[in-house]
């Protein structure tokens, strides 16, 4: 009896667990290449083409609004005209859940490195980031950056007005 029980608890342990979404390794390369081409330049539209036209975005900054696709593609062109070789070294990528069942939905999570160059000052900078992606039709229709947008360029910007008095001393 003791043996048909613990079959028993085991079968249903194993039935119960959860593989990953299978769109997952899909749309974890999807988010890769989004990442990848944000350090080319050469490429906004390909970054593009990787997005719903329903987007809707969180962008890094503080108090920043939600953008949409159009609005997307104006702000990784700032970062492009901001920065250069730029690139993101990822810690993981992990699934996403849906928050009401705690199964898979396709969604891909990163922590990470970013690196690059201050394009005004060429200061070298790194910064530790967070980004979400949710995915309708094999495509970006939601998520997020989370870093501190604001204190990397603040941090630049300083590089560059302290420079600026020493020059003029």
């Known amino acids: 009896m003791k043996k048909i029980l613990l079959i028993a608890l085991v079968s249903i342990f194993i039935s119960c667990s959860q593989g990953n979404h299978p769109d997952y390794a899909a749309n974890v390369e999807s988010a890769k290449t989004l990442l990848a081409l944000q350090g080319t330049e050469a490429d906004l539209q390909a970054q593009l083409d990787l997005v719903h036209e329903d987007m809707d975005w969180q962008p890094a900054f503080h108090g920043s609004a939600r953008i949409g696709k159009e609005g997307f593609g104006e702000y990784l062109k ?70 501190d947008a604001g204190g990397l360029l603040g941090s630049l910007a300083e590089e560059s007005d302290s420079d600026e008095e020493e020059h003029e001393e």
């Open 78 to 147: 700032g970062w492009h005209d901001a920065m250069e070789d730029v690139v993101y070294t990822p810690t993981n990528y992990l699934p996403g859940v849906l928050a009401e069942t705690g199964i898979p939905d396709g969604s891909v999570r990163s922590y990470g490195t970013w690196t690059g160059v201050h394009s005004a000052t060429g200061k070298s900078w790194e910064l530790i980031s967070y980004h979400t992606w949710d995915f309708k039709d094999g495509l970006i229709i939601s998520g997020g950056d989370y870093f």
